[in-house]
């Protein structure tokens, strides 16, 4: 299976994922035209940061403030020169952006942060940049987001920026802090890997490299290498339409926490990076009733683990169960188009794949619940029509 593997070590901006693409094979000419029929002749160049080499796009354009819906109709009018795949995809990009900053700001007229004419190149170059690798996945490593406070429209604010935030909310990504100060990830950044992500970081299992390209960014200092990586990766392809990996099983038993503590700690755990956690009910010595907390993690992150459980619960034993085996699905998140009460949005939704076919379909959670809270319907229903949209969806595929 052909992935994409995108490490941001150092951060991530538009055209430093647009760079990285271009340097790892992606088609140069397509690229080009596609960035052109938003822009002047953009620049593309290869460079060095702090010794790797990489390339470094330049859009040429102007810092305009710009509506979603000029976007929109600028896109709409390059639609000839733009595939269609990357043109939806830009779309989206540009839906999200605005989302976040309507989350940040409330309603407003134009975008705050980010420079609609060299976001909307570095967007549309992204996107045709991805198209054209046919990747069948994509995995993004967590993102550097940087640390510190920089001066926006609206003054000082803190690093990550707000809308940055908002938008790894939203998102399968992972953040970090990083090694530097200053504004690491940017909104547009944000906005393509989230887009872009369709496979956890911590589910690729085993792959090899098969090509491996940097995008610079326009800061060179000394000792940091100011750039992105992204890699083609292959996966194994394993017997029966599963892949298979190792795992750790924690588990602990506890009888004097209460039922809010507990849902508390799951949610930690989940958010430290487990891949599962539950709570079972057990029957302790005793005859008193309790939980049996089960986490399950990647072997090399289950002494860390380990520790949350013990300061979340209270527990004096994490019992460990090393290097279990298990048999998983492909899966892969994607947006799609779903219409309630006149509103059309996209909504996520994970699929279930083996040997190519779908098998399952299941709707986000959380941002159905918010759409649910919105419209002041039961989230059931939206749950039901995003996976009927999305089944619809593989059918007609």
């Given at each position: 299976m052909r992935i994409l593997v995108f490490d941001p070590f150092h951060?991530?901006?538009?055209?430093?994922?647009?760079?990285?693409?271009?340097?790892?094979?992606?088609?140069?000419?397509?690229?080009?035209r596609s960035m052109r029929s938003v822009v002047t002749e953009p620049g593309i160049a290869e460079v060095t940061r702090a010794g790797i080499r990489a390339v470094k796009v330049d859009?040429?354009?102007?810092?305009?403030?710009?509506?979603?819906?000029?976007?929109?109709?600028r896109l709409d009018s390059a639609a000839g020169?733009?595939?269609?795949?990357?043109?939806?995809?830009a779309r989206r990009v540009f839906a999200r952006i605005n989302a976040a900053e309507?989350?940040?700001h409330g309603d407003h007229v134009h975008f705050h942060e980010v420079g609609a004419d060299d976001a909307l190149a570095d967007v549309v170059g992204a996107c045709t940049a991805l198209f054209s690798l046919r990747a069948e996945g994509v995995a993004v490593f967590p993102v550097a987001l940087g640390r510190g406070t920089a001066k926006g429209s609206h003054g000082v604010f803190p690093i990550p920026a707000p809308a940055t935030v908002a938008i790894l909310k939203d998102s399968m990504l992972a953040g970090v802090a990083g090694d530097d100060t200053g504004e690491l990830c940017t909104p547009t950044g944000a906005a393509l890997l989230a887009e872009f992500a369709t496979i956890r970081y911590d589910d690729l299992g085993p792959y090899t490299v098969q090509a491996v390209g940097y995008g610079a960014g326009t800061r060179d200092p000394p000792h940091t290498p100011n750039v992105i990586r992204v890699m083609v990766v292959d996966t194994a392809e394993t017997m029966g339409g599963l892949g298979e990996d190792c795992v750790d099983v924690l588990e602990t038993n506890v009888d004097d926490v209460s039922g809010e503590v507990i849902a508390g700690a799951l949610a930690r755990f989940m958010d430290a990076g487990a891949r599962d956690a539950s709570a079972i009910p057990i029957i302790m010595k005793k005859g008193r009733p309790g939980f049996l907390i089960r986490v399950i993690c990647s072997g090399d992150g289950s002494m860390g683990m380990?520790?949350?459980?013990a300061r979340e619960l209270g527990t004096l034993g994490i019992r460990c169960t090393p290097a279990v085996h298990r048999f998983i699905a492909k899966r892969k998140i994607d947006q799609v188009e779903v219409v309630i009460a006149g509103q059309r949005r996209s909504m996520p939704v994970k699929y279930g794949m083996i040997d190519e076919e779908v098998y399952l379909v299941k709707a986000e959670f959380d941002p159905a619940r918010d759409w649910a809270v919105e419209l002041g319907i039961p989230v059931r229903n939206v749950l039901r029509a995003v996976e009927e949209a999305a089944w619809n969806r593989v059918k007609d595929r």
């Open positions: 951060g991530a901006a538009g055209d430093m994922i647009t760079g990285s693409l271009l340097h790892c094979g992606a088609d140069k000419e397509l690229v080009m859009t040429h354009a102007p810092h305009a403030r710009r509506t979603l819906e000029e976007v929109m109709t020169d733009i595939p269609a795949p990357a043109l939806a995809m309507e989350h940040v380990a520790a949350i459980m």
